[in-house]
Structures are given as C-alpha cells and as structure tokens.
C-alpha cells in the first residue's frame, strides 16, 4: 500500500476494516459474524468479498494465512481466491490484510451435517495441502465451509509449514490434521443404512 492509514491502535477492529475499505475504494458492509472480529463483509462493485484484518501481535496469523493460501493456488484445497495482502504502519503499530472473495454458505457447525458428496472432496484436500507442504492444524466445525458448490477448508491462520518444522514434525502435524478430518467425519450421516466412512492414516 503506498498512501498510509491513519490508525490508532487504540480503535477497533471495526473502525480499522472501514478506514482500509475507504482506502481501496470498498464498500464496508458488517463484521461478518459477531465473535469474528478479525473477518469483515465488503463489496467490490456488487461482489462481495471478505476482509481479514490484522493488528499489532495479530498480524502474524494474516500472514500465515495469505502464505497458506499462495501455496494452495489453483488447488482444488484452495477456497477462496486471495486478492491481496498488504501492510502498513502508524508508528510501531503494523496492520495486516488480506481480501478473499465471499463464499456464500454456513460453517458446519451450524449447518449440523456434512453432506455425503463433500465427504471425499474435504479429505483430498487436506491431503493435497499435505502434499504441498501445509498442516492446517485447526481443521474443525467452525472451519469449514457449506456452500452450494461443496464444502470448503478455510481459516489457514494456524498453518505448519514442512520447510520450516522440518519433515519429523510436520509428520506430526499431519496425523495431527487426519484425526481432526476423523472426527468432523462424525458430522456425516449416512444415505443409506450401513454407508460408512473411513480416513485411513497415510
Ligand atoms: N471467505 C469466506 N466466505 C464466507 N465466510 C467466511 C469467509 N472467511 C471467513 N468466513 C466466516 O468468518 C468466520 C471466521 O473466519 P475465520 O475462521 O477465518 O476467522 P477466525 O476463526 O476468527 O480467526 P482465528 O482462527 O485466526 O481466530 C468463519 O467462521 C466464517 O463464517
Ligand atoms: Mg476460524
């Protein structure tokens, strides 16, 4: 970003998502779930899209998480496109962003049921991100996505990364992720009498 954002670190989270949005030229629209309050609803031209927002010690997660989702481009693991991520400083307070487009859809916590098609597409990819690198390490309810066009992974703000914890611990991580995938398989109801669902370790 070239012009600053005159932020205090004093305002909220609020108040910081609508000062960017005035600076790219968005339309603020409401914070997209109440306790969410790192996660923003706006609008480009009609298209709605999600702003995360960083502040002071919270901007690390926004970076793993624009990082994360980098690596998953173009992968049927990656859910949202990633527009951009930018920083910037008001003296020593750094705020981070980034803008995804707008999945329409409710978390699986509320929803209550995993739909029996999305259940091989959610294990694929957390295999795939596996595959490029990438534990999510935060797989759960309120992490995933039921849209009309299948369930979606989102929320890579806890990610371990292979090339930084080195092969031993990364295992770790991803028998760590498939237990998770385990139990939010507990979410699937079968179509008929029997069906049932393994994830087999690797
Ligand atoms: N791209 C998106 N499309 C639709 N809804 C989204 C999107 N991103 C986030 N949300 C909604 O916002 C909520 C919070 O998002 P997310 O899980 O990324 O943040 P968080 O849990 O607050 O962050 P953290 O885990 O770092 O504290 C989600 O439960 C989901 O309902
Ligand atoms: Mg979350």
Not at 142 to 161: H, K
Request: aromatic letters at 8%; one cysteine or more; proline letters at 7%.
């Amino acid at each position: 970003m070239t012009a600053k954002i005159p932020v205090n670190t004093q305002e909220s989270y609020d108040t910081v998502a609508r000062k960017i949005c005035d600076h790219l030229g968005l339309e603020y629209v409401e914070p997209l779930q109440a306790y969410a309050w790192q996660v923003h609803l706006v609008k480009s031209f009609e298209r709605p899209l999600t702003l995360r927002v960083g502040i002071g010690q919270r901007t690390e997660n926004v970076r793993q998480e624009a990082w994360a989702l980098r690596r998953l481009a173009g992968s049927p693991a990656n859910p949202p496109v990633l527009h951009l991520i930018e920083e910037t400083r008001t003296g020593e307070t750094s705020i981070t962003y980034l803008l995804r487009d707008y999945l329409e859809g409710s978390v699986l916590a509320d929803v209550g049921k995993l739909p029996p098609e999305s259940v091989m597409p959610l294990e694929r990819a957390v295999r795939i991100s596996h595959r490029r690198g990438i534990a999510g390490l935060d797989i759960n309810e309120e992490n995933v996505l039921i849209t009309p066009s299948g369930a979606r992974l989102f929320d890579f703000s806890e990610t371990m990364e292979r090339n930084v914890v080195g092969p031993e611990r990364f295992k770790e991580a991803r028998l760590y992720d498939l237990d998770d995938l385990a139990r939010l398989f507990r979410y699937y109801v079968p179509s008929k009498p029997g069906d049932s669902i393994r994830c087999d370790q690797p």
